[in-house]
């Protein structure tokens, strides 16, 4: 894998053709979470592609980790900053100057009294409800893309230096990989996995539902899981 990455980085369109090829069902796995988004599943998938070629000409074969888990974020990066360059929802005035003004008053009251005022209190001095102050803040908050340099005096990138400890990262992560796993099985293979470890069928009633005998399971299922491990 390594020689293959090394070779795509040096510039050979095969090795790259083929490391994409190898991994199209991670990209697609995180382009199907950014459905219903207003854009083409397949423009997004084309973003996603674009992702994953910056994590290949970008990754470390001397990292502890898998080149599809270090692109994970840079294609997920890739393609909330194009949904966010092109995205038709645009803040509006009020939005904006009422945010300005939730701003300018918890820092106020941080300076006066060192601490800051809940929303509950905030859209009461502003007279407004508290869904209008979290919708301000929110639409004009900070969007930052993983894409950005780090700093100044380092070439490296948020995406490549994050270390992430949330729970619902590593989770969707893990979720992701066993899918792109999954899909590279036989159809038979697959079908004794879900049924396993998503249905929890036991090997008796897989064997019934597919028609063979639970010998057959058992070693279909062993098969699968050796291909996946690899």
């Keep these: 894998m390594n020689e293959l990455i090394w070779q795509a980085q040096s510039g050979n369109k095969e090795a790259m053709s083929r490391l994409i090829d190898e991994n199209i069902g991670l990209v697609w796995n995180i382009v199907k979470r950014f459905n219903n988004r207003g854009y083409e599943l397949e423009d997004?998938?084309?973003?996603?592609?674009?992702g994953f070629v910056k994590a290949?000409?970008?990754?470390?074969?001397?990292?502890?980790?898998?080149?599809?888990?270090?692109?994970?974020?840079?294609?997920?990066?890739?393609i909330k900053r194009f949904?966010?360059?092109?995205?038709?929802?645009?803040v509006s005035r009020s939005l904006k100057e009422l945010a300005m003004k939730v701003r300018q008053l918890q820092e106020e009251n941080t300076a006066k009294l060192g601490d800051e005022l809940s929303i509950h209190e905030l859209a009461n001095k502003l007279g407004v409800s508290k869904e209008e102050v979290v919708a301000a803040l929110d639409a004009t908050s900070y969007i930052e893309s993983l894409d950005r340099q780090a700093y100044e005096d380092d070439e490296t990138t948020i995406g490549e230096r994050i270390v992430c400890e949330d729970?619902?990262?590593?989770?969707?992560?893990?979720?992701?990989?066993?899918?792109?796993?999954?899909?590279?099985?036989?159809?038979?293979?697959?079908?004794?996995?879900?049924?396993?470890?998503?249905?929890?069928?036991t090997q008796t009633e897989i064997s019934h539902l597919l028609g063979i005998s639970q010998v057959q399971v058992s070693r279909i299922e062993k098969r699968a899981l050796e291909k996946m491990r690899a």
């Design 44 to 50: 997004l998938f084309q973003i996603g592609c674009m």
């Design 56 to 78: 290949i000409q970008r990754f470390n074969t001397e990292y502890e980790t898998q080149l599809s888990t270090y692109a994970v974020p840079m294609i997920i990066g890739e």
């Design 83 to 90: 949904l966010r360059d092109n995205g038709p929802i645009k």
């Design 167 to 201: 729970k619902e990262y590593h989770n969707l992560l893990d979720k992701i990989t066993i899918e792109s796993m999954i899909s590279r099985l036989t159809d038979k293979e697959k079908r004794v996995i879900i049924y396993r470890y998503y249905k929890e069928k």
